[in-house]
């Protein structure tokens, strides 16, 4: 129940400032399908991810855009996302132009993928892709009004 | 461990031969998938920028979502590590399988088991199904439940595992060597009532990716897996009776290496004491045992150092010496003859050293 009313009170945040706010995010997620085309090769197309099954590649893509008035400063932009639970990031999908990535395995340290370090069975080791829990892209431009960009990255359901 | 694939089992010898290699169980049993049916995928991005040097509140993304399906996914394995060894007639001979619910959502499954397989050979007469129901390891006629498909069809929670035993008689006047195939599926009950087929081999069988709206654990829909594949069926599979009075099985290794130094580097000189195991299993017995191992040219054989079951043994045998086991240095070959030996008995222990050139 706690979670439950934790997402409402965020829901609620989001209506209450979404009318001021000068940058907006768009979310969106679709489903990564491979395909055979007419040549026999192997593609990959993007899909409704209404309902997903375990194995499955998904893409969240969040478009943020300045609807304000004001230029939003050069290299104050950041956007932090969560790995969604039960999935895990695929390594090397982060994307986003004119950004700085680093990732975080708790959600509170963000950093580049070599200094992310974990206990693997007791050793100090790398933290691999899969035990990636956070992104966060640092946008180095200046945002003017009406302006938009975006960034992406890829999961797989376990 | 050094095996050898110099074996001969010769002379009326009416057994099935299994070198025991490897595993004897399928390994196609592969760990189930994760996420559990009916579970809602969320996520919510969050930016932080600001304005002429001032901090702004903080603003979220809308949420998107996405339900986790049902994945129906089933793997049945054969569990008795090759050909049952029958008489003929023969009553109550059992096969054991495993159904594993390898999807990620409770299913209920159909186990169906087919004694009229094409690949030809006799067809066992199946008599009765038991689901593992005690937890005792093996068939216990009483206490596990006997089971009729289609009746009471089993409920498996993702991950779960249920042991099924096939019991069938065997016909008479076969003859030694005939196999007789049973085949067992299992069929979701979903795919029954949804496609109306029970058979991969019916028209109308489901290919993977075929999904029924809104029937999954949790609401979501319910996608055909992987397992469905009609050229790789995981959902069923064979176990086979074999017209056989005993089974043979022979494992050779190398026990004991001494080089000329006293250590065990394999160089000219080194010694290696070589052992074969020969284990008779069944209720009949093998006729005419003799097994021979030619050893290769890099191998001289050591005079006199043939033992069977920790006796030594001379290296002469018939007609030159007493019996028929021994060393025919014409063929480089060891000979043991046992003759007969009853299904059950103690391991033969043979023995022997031979000298790298």
Excluded: C
Aim: avoid cysteine; aromatic fraction near 6%.
């Amino acid at each position: 129940m706690t979670h439950i009313t934790l997402m409402l009170a965020l829901f609620a945040v989001l209506t209450a400032t979404a009318a001021q706010a000068q940058v907006r995010l768009d979310n969106t997620i679709k489903k990564v399908q491979t395909f055979v085309n007419e040549s026999g090769e192997v593609q990959r197309r993007m899909v409704d991810a209404d309902s997903v099954i375990p194995g499955d590649e998904l893409q969240y893509t969040v478009r943020f855009t300045n609807h304000g008035e004001q230029t939003v400063d050069a290299g104050t932009i950041v956007i932090t996302d969560a790995i969604p639970t039960h999935t895990e990031y695929l390594d090397g999908t982060a994307f986003g132009s004119g950004t700085q990535i680093s990732f975080s395995v708790d959600g509170e340290v963000f950093a580049a993928p070599a200094q992310l370090l974990v206990l693997n069975e007791g050793d100090e080791g790398i933290a691999s892709a899969q035990q990636y829990t956070g992104i966060r892209w640092a946008f180095s431009p200046m945002l003017a009004p009406g302006e938009s960009s975006y960034v992406s990255f890829n999961v797989r359901l376990k | 461990m050094i095996a050898s694939k110099n074996f001969v089992l010769d002379r009326r010898l009416f057994v099935l031969v299994s070198l025991l290699v490897g595993g004897l169980f399928d390994a196609q049993a592969s760990h189930a998938l994760g996420t559990d049916a009916g579970v809602n995928i969320q996520n919510t991005a969050s930016v932080n920028f600001e304005i002429n040097g001032t901090a702004q509140t903080p603003v979220n993304s809308n949420t998107v979502q996405t339900l986790v399906d049902e994945l129906i996914d089933v793997v049945v394995v054969d569990n008795n590590g090759g050909p049952v060894a029958v008489s003929t007639p023969d009553t109550g001979i059992i096969l054991q399988f495993t159904v594993t619910n390898n999807g990620n959502g409770a299913e209920v499954f159909r186990v169906i088991a087919n004694p009229n397989v094409v690949e030809g050979g006799f067809d066992p007469l199946l008599d009765q199904l038991y689901l593992e129901s005690n937890g005792i390891p093996g068939l216990q006629i009483g206490a596990d439940t006997a089971y009729v498909s289609g009746t009471s069809d089993p409920l498996l929670a993702e991950d779960e595992s249920l042991v099924v035993y096939v019991v069938s008689n065997i016909p008479v006047s076969l003859s030694q060597g005939d196999n007789g195939d049973v085949e067992l599926r299992a069929v979701s009950e979903t795919i029954i009532t949804q496609a109306g087929v029970d058979n991969p081999d019916d028209a109308g069988w489901p290919t993977p990716g075929t999904s029924y709206a809104g029937l999954g654990n949790g609401g979501g829909d319910i996608v055909v897996g992987t397992s469905h594949d009609t050229s790789n069926l995981l959902m069923r599979t064979t176990g086979r009776y074999q017209v056989s009075d005993a089974v043979i099985n022979v494992t050779k290794s190398s026990i004991t290496v001494l080089d000329p130094f006293g250590g065990t580097t394999l160089v000219p000189g080194t010694v290696i004491t070589y052992q074969i195991d020969v284990a008779v299993t069944g209720t009949g017995s093998a006729d005419g045992v003799v097994i021979s191992d030619l050893l290769p040219a890099e191998l001289e054989y050591q005079l006199n150092s043939l033992s069977i079951n920790g006796v030594a043994e001379d290296d002469d045998f018939a007609p030159l010496g007493v019996d028929g086991s021994g060393y025919n240095t014409g063929a480089s070959t060891v000979v043991v003859d046992r003759g007969v030996v009853a299904g059950g008995s103690p391991t033969i222990v043979i023995t022997f050293d031979a000298a790298i050139r």
